[in-house]
Nanobody
Framework: QVQLVESGGGLVQAGGSLRLSCAAS??????MGWFRQAPGKEREFVAA????????NYADSVKGRFTISIDNAKNTVYLQMNSLEPEDTAVYYC??????????????????WGQGTQVTVSS
């Protein structure tokens, strides 16, 4: 069983930045990803990265603004979020994928989930 702990959420003004972190309880050797869920909406894909860091995927809505990275030595994945918009307001979840080698984009391709961290962007 893999435990995930997210941190770095908070309140920020539009145009600001935040960096989310997600530490896994051990080496997973699997892809990791970020999803988010706004009130009244379904959970949606944000970004994913392979364990090696060689492959990444982003939702169209965050391309050019968000950057996902991974530190294998620390078993930690990061999400750098710049130029934040009120539409980015949501609970952000990190997850461990089922396999390595690519950066999956759908929830069924992930086995373990964190508890989530709130990101609120004010206008």
């Amino acid at each position: 069983q893999v435990q995930l702990v997210e941190s770095g959420g908070g309140l920020v003004q539009a145009g600001g930045s935040l960096r989310l972190s997600c530490a896994a309880s051990g080496r997973t050797f699997r892809a990791m990803g970020w999803f988010r869920q706004a009130p009244g909406k379904e959970r949606e894909f944000v970004a994913a990265i392979s364990w090696s860091g060689g492959r990444t995927n982003y939702a169209d809505s965050v391309k050019g603004r968000f950057t996902i990275s991974i530190d294998n030595a620390k078993n930690t994945v990061y999400l750098q979020m710049n130029s934040l918009e009120p539409e980015d307001t949501a609970v952000y979840y990190c997850a461990v994928g089922r396999y390595n080698g690519w950066a999956p984009m759908t929830p069924p391709e992930y086995d373990y989930w964190g508890q989530g961290t709130q990101v609120t962007v004010s206008s």
